[in-house]
């Protein structure tokens, strides 16, 4: 199969998503790259993901048999100027793609020596304008081990949600 991958958000950061979708169908054979309207032709899937509310969606057509959005920032509508978060509309990957091992080779710079991941989901927090309570839950759980998403490389970044911006060692936090 083709598929293609689009990365709304596009910001200096690698998708986490993506990367497990892409592992998932090279391990299955398929050929996976960028969609791009100009030069891609016709795919079998194209994943759309996007990570936050205020991106705006991919502008241009998509030529695709099947096109799968996902991630918070479709599962997030404004109503009277105030984030809803509706987990209906937030589909979470199946269990042997979201714990497969990162295709890394996606981001080549962004991952240059840099491992992404979570080790734990969840937050007992609850701050008002924080949807991970609802997406996740509100207790935090480990939910893999390093071993998923770190081979060797020499920064690990963290994506938990409920950890105040930290350093340690080699380590990142990123909430
Ligand atoms: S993830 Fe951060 S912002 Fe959200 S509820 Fe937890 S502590 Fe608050």
Known sequence: MKIGLIDIDGHHFPNI???????????????????NPMFCGKMDIVYMSKIFSFTDDYPFPVYADKIVKSGSG?????????????????????YEIEHIFPDYSLYPDLTKDTAYGFLTRGCP?????????????KCSIKVADLSEFWNGQKNIVL???NLMPARIGNIYFNN
């Open 159 to 161: 994506c938990h949600p």
């Open 17 to 35: 998503p993506l990367m497990k979708l892409s592992a998932w169908h090279k391990k299955n054979g398929d050929s996976v790259e960028w969609y």
């Open 125 to 137: 927090r609850n701050c008002e304008f924080c949807h991970v309570g609802i997406k996740e839950g």
């Open 74 to 94: 479709y599962a997030i509508k404004i109503v009277d100027s105030k984030e809803i978060y509706d987990k209906s509309a937030d589909v979470n990957l199946p």
